[in-house]
Structures are given as C-alpha cells and as structure tokens.
C-alpha cells in the first residue's frame, strides 16, 4: 500500500485546512486509518484514527476541532482541521493498518504503512 499526503501549508491561527491522503495498491476499505504527527523537535504523536466501519478517535487536544474521514470509493482519508493553533505547527503524516485492534489505534507500531508526510505551520 501506497500514501501519498496533501493539503498541508501555512495558515494563520484560527484558520482551517484540509489534508488529505490517497491510498493505491490495496484494499483501502479494510484498513483502519491513522493521521499522526511530528511537531518540531518532539516525538511523532497521534492525532486521530478512522475504523473501516467509521468509528472515529481523536487526541484530547483537537477533539471538537479536528475531523478524520474516509471515502472508500476514493480511496481517501481526510483531515479537516479547524481553529488551529500554533501548537499545530507538525509534519502530519497518515498511516494505514490491517487487522489494528481498536484499543491499540493510537500506537504507531499498529499501522503497516506509512506515507511521506505533509508540513502543516500555523502562524500567530
């Protein structure tokens, strides 16, 4: 399985933006899929996850804010972002994963791929 991640660029607080990530070379739909990120100089870190039947996770930080989504006919998962914050400020990177036992959504080691990353910067 391929990923590729788009959408990400400089925004101003309080702005959205929507990234997205476009799967190829699997069967998109039986996968659960993960956005994480890399804020500057910190640890990679979970951001929100999608089960193939919809159910949705999110980190503390951006629950309300923050919206994971998916459409199986495009082999796609979204992340539209709103209210963003300085603290936003990471490479977001989306990840896939078979067979992910939901109480182990938030772990990196539980998703097979990755894709490449895509810079989002939130200015104040």
């Known amino acids: 399985v391929q990923l590729q991640a788009s959408g990400g660029g400089l925004v101003q607080a309080g702005d959205s933006l929507r990234l997205s990530c476009a799967a190829s070379?699997?069967?998109?739909?039986?996968?659960?899929m993960g956005w994480f990120r890399r804020p500057p100089g910190k640890e990679r870190e979970f951001v929100a996850s999608i089960r193939s039947g919809g159910d949705t996770s999110y980190l503390d930080s951006v629950k309300g804010r923050f919206t994971i989504s998916r459409d199986n006919a495009k082999n796609s998962v979204y992340l539209q972002m709103s209210s963003l914050k300085p603290e936003d400020t990471a490479v977001y990177y989306c990840?896939?994963?078979?067979?992910?036992?939901?109480?182990?959504?938030?772990?990196?080691?539980?998703?097979?791929?990755w894709g490449q990353g895509t810079l989002v910067t939130v200015s104040s």
């Open positions: 070379g699997g069967t998109f739909r039986r996968y659960s």
């Open positions: 990840a896939a994963g078979s067979g992910i036992i939901w109480s182990s959504r938030e772990n990196q080691r539980s998703y097979d791929y």
